[in-house]
């Protein structure tokens, strides 16, 4: 078994609540800052979560492997292949995950679920074998809101609550803003397959100019005074997604109002 604490440092270090490649948009502006069981039938496991692990990994990795896989050609073993990784990006703990998973199934179907998964990580780890794969779930939004409602530029907090009857795959918690002046903004959040139960998430929301955007990079957004939409989507697999096991469970809507300058 590979180094846990490498694993684990791989984990504090990169951007494990986003786990899909969204159409254009600005993000950095959300995180969840909570999540909760009304109904907790399971208790919290402690062992590594090699689901998250692998969703992280692959939202990190995917790309870059898939590249490397072109230059190589043919690739002749796992070491090989997450050497090559961890060169790439500079990072030794992605070539340890890597490593890690490879391991699992070989080097040969390792190269093919990457290919197989066309930058779905969620998919991906399915393929791996690595989360829960759970077709017959459900979701239905049963609250959604924005606190303040009405306020200056500042934090927002969007709650949103759900309730499964038959309990859900592995898939994600998307929201989306509409901005004032249409900029684009929206973020992706893991959910792990969950029993039924009723379940609930808080979402930090910063509506502040961000001091370090870069215009050249794209547009920034400033919130400026008016009326916001908030767009909530509860997915199995990867929302927006055309690969087996993928499908919008429910979605939801309301809007907060951003009355000026803080």
């Not at 986003?18 to 950095?28: E, F, L, Q, S, Y």
């Not at 779905?120 to 074998?129: A, F, G, Q, T, W």
């Not at 379940?199 to 920034?220: F, H, N, R, V, W």
Request: contains cysteine.
């Amino acid at each position: 078994m590979k180094s846990v604490a490498v694993v684990l440092a791989f984990l504090l270090a990169s951007q494990c609540l986003a786990v899909r490649v969204p159409p254009p948009r600005r993000r950095g502006t959300m995180v969840r800052i909570g999540s909760f069981s009304i109904e907790s039938p399971k208790p919290i496991k402690a062992d590594l979560d090699m689901c998250k692990i692998c969703i992280d990994f692959a939202q990190e990795a995917i790309q870059t492997l898939l590249n490397i896989i072109l230059q190589i050609g043919v690739v002749g073993t796992c070491g090989e292949l997450c050497q090559a990784l961890a060169q790439k990006t500079g990072s030794q703990a992605l070539g340890v995950v890597c490593d890690l998973l490879c391991d699992i199934v070989g080097v040969d179907e390792f190269v093919k679920l990457i290919e197989k998964a066309d930058l779905d990580p969620i998919y991906y780890c399915e393929l791996m074998k690595q989360c829960k794969v759970f077709d017959q779930g459900d979701a239905n939004i049963t609250s959604l809101t924005v606190s303040p409602k009405s306020g200056p530029q500042g934090t927002f907090i969007i709650d949103v609550e759900y309730v499964t009857k038959n309990g859900t795959g592995t898939g994600e918690l998307v929201v989306d803003i509409d901005t004032v002046d249409g900029i684009p903004l929206g973020d992706g959040f893991l959910l792990e397959a969950q029993p039924a139960g009723t379940y609930g998430s808080k979402i930090s929301l910063k509506a502040e100019a961000d001091p370090d955007c870069d215009p050249t990079q794209g547009p920034c957004e400033t919130w400026q005074k008016g009326n916001y939409g908030v767009r909530v989507a509860i997915c199995n697999g990867q929302c927006e997604s055309k690969h087996p096991h993928s499908q919008v469970y429910d979605k939801g809507m309301t809007n907060f109002t951003i009355t000026g300058e803080q």
